[in-house]
Each structure stands twice: as structure tokens, then as C-alpha cells.
């Protein structure tokens, strides 16, 4: 059984700095890309960032690129996302999720879009107090 299980949100002030935890477990994690995404009450599920661990080639969202940071620790299977210098505009319900399986290499556009994507887990909430 695939499963995908996040962990690590809270609530932060802006500025602080969380880091969330994908424990993935049920399938090969070497031949999937994992994805970090998030959605805000009444705004559509977004990619925030996202890793292949076969190659480690990771993408970000621009609104993202240089406050978070993805990583992968293969002998774990799991993949991390550090969040730093969080904004009140970061607060959603993160996901993680996993898809693309076989891809030796994938593009931004695939690897942070939603419908790529097979498997998920039940998300983590992250807050941020301004």
C-alpha cells in the first residue's frame, strides 16, 4: 500500500522557519519525483516545489525560490522541505505527493503540476502570524 505521510507544520510569526517531513513508504522512491504543493482556503492547490530523487534535479515556484529549500534522504525515503523566512502569504495545507514514475528527467512544468501527480498524502497545516 502507497503511502505518504507529512508532517512538521505549525504555527510560525513571518520570518520563522519550519521544516516539513514526507515519509513515503509502498513504492520504489527512487523511480518517483516527489512534490510539494499547497492549497489556501478558496484558492486552487498550487505547486510549491518538488524533487526527482533518481537524478535530484528539484524545481521551485518563483514566490518560493530562495526561502524554501527541497531535500531527499533516499535511505529514509523522505523528502524534506525547509521553509524559511515564511510569509503570511506561505500559510496552506501542505502536501506532498508522488508521481512520474520512470522519468529519468522531468521539466518545472511537470513537476509542479497537480495532475501529474498518482499519489498523495493528507497534508500538514502550516500558519504563519504576521
Known amino acids: 500500500e502507497v503511502q505518504l505521510v507529512e508532517s512538521g507544520g505549525g504555527l510560525v510569526q513571518a520570518g520563522g522557519s519550519l521544516r516539513l517531513s514526507c515519509a513515503a513508504s509502498g513504492f520504489t522512491f527512487d523511480d518517483y519525483a516527489i512534490g510539494w504543493f499547497r492549497q489556501a482556503p478558496g484558492k486552487e492547490r498550487e505547486g510549491v516545489s518538488c524533487i526527482s530523487p533518481s537524478d535530484g534535479t528539484t524545481y521551485y515556484t518563483a514566490s518560493v525560490k530562495g526561502r524554501f529549500t527541497i531535500s531527499s534522504d533516499n535511505a529514509k525515503n523522505t523528502v524534506y522541505l525547509q521553509m524559511n523566512s515564511l510569509k503570511p502569504e506561505d500559510a496552506a495545507l501542505y502536501y506532498c505527493?508522488?508521481?512520474?514514475?520512470?522519468?529519468?528527467?522531468?521539466?518545472?512544468?511537470?513537476?509542479?503540476?497537480?495532475?501529474?501527480?498518482?499519489?498523495w498524502g493528507q497534508g500538514t497545516q502550516v500558519t504563519v502570524s504576521s
Open positions: 505527493a508522488a508521481g512520474l514514475p520512470g522519468r529519468k528527467r522531468i521539466e518545472k512544468f511537470e513537476g509542479l503540476r497537480v495532475g501529474g501527480y498518482d499519489y
